[in-house]
């Protein structure tokens, strides 16, 4: 076990190094092999009417005039412990984990992100607890009313909602809830630490429109695993037991149903805390989704890659922690 | 046919199955997978039914547990579990019975178990749910119900998880988990079906040994004669969800009176015979359930059919009495026919339809005692399995 999970503590980090490689092979091999000199891509760091001294300085202080090999080994030091890049007259610091220096106001990428990982998290776990919960719920009561009015009331509406964008069923949730019946005015993010209360009420909109499109795709694939699960062999011997039918539901054809979910729930939430793009912009939520969507419209390389390696880190370790409950969940795939 | 079996209904029979019927409606018509059966057992009795895949063995047993669920199932008749009719009964009152009063073991053992709580878990599931102990008490009732089941080191081997177990540790763990609550029925349906050669015996010999120990009545099911010839008491010969033939085990094996039955004696390998003889299989396949053919359902398989004057297939035929008092089958040859053309196939006289080039010789064994478990002796009985049922799969 303590062995499992050393392996696939390495795994995780080869496979981040890997994602590393590649997000700076696309910015800065790619640029490169395609013609681009190391004086025209320090260029980008310095504004709209950059003198030629100001670029080389840059050009120096960050490096990009040394071999491809060391750029990359000074990425990764300045990731994983902070790095200074200096020219002999301007010394700066980026600290861990260093993304390098924003385009737009040459400000190290990470503590500008800092501020929006909360906002992503709040909404992502919020609408993950909801979805999950309501999801499994109306999954397992379809299943175990198969064919009827509400197995196809609820499947019909499952079907709407992993069909419905979320800027469509966001726009009309504001629209109703927020503007024509004022139950949640004025939606805008609070932090939890400043209002507890105000957090939630402003979240909860984001929260229901996210959860909605998860839910359904959760609810379909739950009835479809207690369909299977409970035509098992074992739900019959559970029952010739004489377990009542709503344990031999709950303890024996849920717990079995439960281990497929885990695995896609973990992928979900860790794709959700790279930044739940449209979401966010439906909501103006500050988030990482936000922060993403200003970085490209600005072409700032340096913030897409924090972006894409925080989506990543987050990625790996939601199947991190998939693959080590899975050996908790399933002991058939116990080591 | 359910007048001709009040002679051997006993007041003090533990269960009681009379004209039993369960039927399935489907898209594509009703299934009549159980067409008025019956039968009684005693205490401390074993009743073997055999049959084909899709005969109704196993959807008699499943009838009797209150196991037939779903919206299109139709139960009619009556089972009587020790003064208790069951088909009228509250669903709820059933619940309470099964795992208590009547337990079940089943074919897979690896597939009846669940695979995501310890082989302990489940047993103590089954025992604590009708019986009102502790944790720890559970716990030891499923230490020492393992150990009696030959589990080596109970008291490790209770927190593995069923993968954990081999094929025939699974079985006993699984009748472990059927005996938990001392049932006083037990239903076996097809034990060693899924098990290798060499643990079908010794999963028998466990079952017949607990039976001693735990006084129940026991129904074991299967398509494998080999296995009833060692355990029954009685037997019942099930065709298309009626029953062919019911009497004890050495009137159906040592004077057998349904031409089925004989086919499935001659169809099965044995170690009295000679190695040179044959094995007849029943030409045909097994009716569709929802078609039953009219009259005797057997009769388009049947090689004797010209005897009857054209009855096989108008009418059907109701379970009679044949030569010994509480042997019943249901077939219109005469006594004197019937005992004839028996003696006829013992002497190696092979019916016309079965296309057996004639050297074949057939000479079925003349009782239980004469012929031990085949299995014992390592001689192929998955191939009299599938003579007898050329699917494999019991449904």
Request: proline share 7%; hydrophobic share 45%.
């Amino acid at each position: 076990m303590i062995f499992f999970i050393i392996r696939r503590l390495i795994m995780t980090v080869f496979l981040l190094l890997v994602v590393s490689m590649l997000t700076f092979a696309i910015f800065f091999l790619v640029p490169r092999l395609g013609g681009e000199t190391p004086y025209e891509l320090a260029a980008q760091y310095v504004g709209r009417t950059p003198i030629p001294s100001e670029i080389h300085a840059v050009e120096i202080k960050l490096g990009l005039d040394a071999p491809i090999w060391l750029q990359y080994g000074r990425y990764v030091k300045g990731i994983v412990l902070g790095v200074h890049y200096n020219n002999g007259t301007d010394v700066s610091y980026c600290p861990f984990p260093c993304f390098g220096f924003s385009f737009r106001n040459d400000q190290p990428v990470w503590p500008q992100m800092t501020s929006d990982i909360p906002v992503t998290v709040s909404l992502a776990l919020g609408a993950a607890v909801l979805w999950l919960i309501g999801g499994v719920a109306v999954g397992v009561l379809s299943a175990l009313r198969k064919g009827t009015f509400f197995d196809r009331l609820s499947m019909g509406v499952a079907l709407a909602g992993v069909s419905l964008p979320v800027f469509f069923t966001g726009l009309i949730a504001l629209y109703l809830f927020s503007y024509r019946w004022s139950l949640f005015p004025n939606v805008h993010y609070v932090g939890i630490t400043t209002n507890p209360v105000q957090w939630a009420r402003n979240l909860i909109l984001p929260w229901i429109t996210l959860a909605f499109l998860y839910a359904a795709l959760y609810a379909r694939i739950t009835r479809a695993g207690m369909l299977e699960t409970m035509g098992e062999d074992y739900i019959r011997t559970a029952r010739a037991k004489g377990l009542p039918e709503r344990k031999v539901i709950l303890k024996h054809g849920l717990r079995a149903t439960l281990t497929p979910i885990v695995t896609i729930f973990g992928m979900d939430l860790g794709l959700l805390l790279g930044g739940a793009i449209l979401t966010e912009s439906v909501f103006s939520l500050p988030g990482l989704g936000q922060f993403t969507i200003l970085a490209i419209q600005n072409h700032d390389l340096p913030e897409i890659m924090g972006v894409v390696m925080l989506a990543a880190f987050f990625i790996v370790i939601a199947n991190l922690i998939v693959d080590i409950l899975y050996t908790v969940i399933d002991p058939r795939v116990r080591i | 046919m359910q007048a001709e079996d009040a002679g051997r209904i006993s007041p003090s029979a533990m269960l009681e199955v009379r004209d039993l019927r369960v039927h399935f409606q489907t898209d594509d018509g009703l299934v009549k997978s159980v067409d008025g059966v019956s039968f009684t057992l005693d205490r401390g009795r074993t009743l073997g039914i055999v049959g084909e895949s899709g005969s109704g063995k196993s959807v008699t047993s499943l009838g009797i547990m209150g196991l037939n669920t779903g919206k299109n199932v139709y139960i009619s008749g009556e089972i009587w579990l020790d003064g208790e009719e069951l088909v009228s009964a509250p669903p709820t009152r059933v619940r309470e019975l099964r795992g208590r009063k009547m337990a079940m073991i089943f074919q897979d053992p690896l597939s009846s178990l669940h695979p995501y709580y310890t082989v302990g878990n489940q047993i103590i599931e089954a025992y604590r749910l009708h019986n009102d102990v502790s944790k720890q008490v559970a716990r030891k009732h499923a230490i020492d119900l393992l150990g009696r089941v030959g589990i080596p080191q109970p008291s490790v081997r209770i927190d593995d998880y069923p993968h954990q177990f081999s094929g025939g540790m699974r079985q006993r763990a699984m009748i472990a988990m059927s005996l938990s609550c001392d049932p006083e029925l037990l239903i076996a349906d097809e034990p060693t079906t899924a098990l290798d050669v060499t643990v079908q015996a010794q999963i028998l010999d466990l079952i017949s040994d607990l039976q001693e120990e735990f006084g129940s009545a026991v129904i074991i099911i299967t398509h494998d004669l080999g296995v009833v010839a060692e355990l029954s008491d009685d037997i019942l010969v099930m065709y298309a969800g009626r029953v062919a033939e019911y009497g004890a085990a050495e009137d159906i094996f040592g004077d057998p009176g349904h031409p089925y039955t004989w086919g499935l004696l001659g169809s099965m390998p044995r170690m009295d015979r000679e190695r040179t003889e044959r094995l007849i299989p029943i030409p045909g396949t097994p009716p569709s359930l929802i078609r039953v053919p009219p009259g005797c359902p057997f009769h388009p398989r049947c090689a004797y059919t010209g005897l009857t004057g054209g009855r096989c297939d108008t009418e059907v035929p109701l379970l009679r009495e044949v030569v010994n008092f509480g042997h019943h089958a249901a077939c219109h040859l005469t006594d004197d026919d019937r005992t004839r053309l028996w003696a006829e196939l013992s002497a190696g006289v092979v019916p016309a339809e079965a296309e057996i080039p004639a050297e074949a010789k057939f000479e079925p064994g003349t009782g239980v005692q004469e012929s031990p478990p085949d299995y014992e002796k390592g001689s192929p009985v998955g191939g009299a399995g599938e003579t007898v049922s050329p699917s494999g799969a019991d449904s």
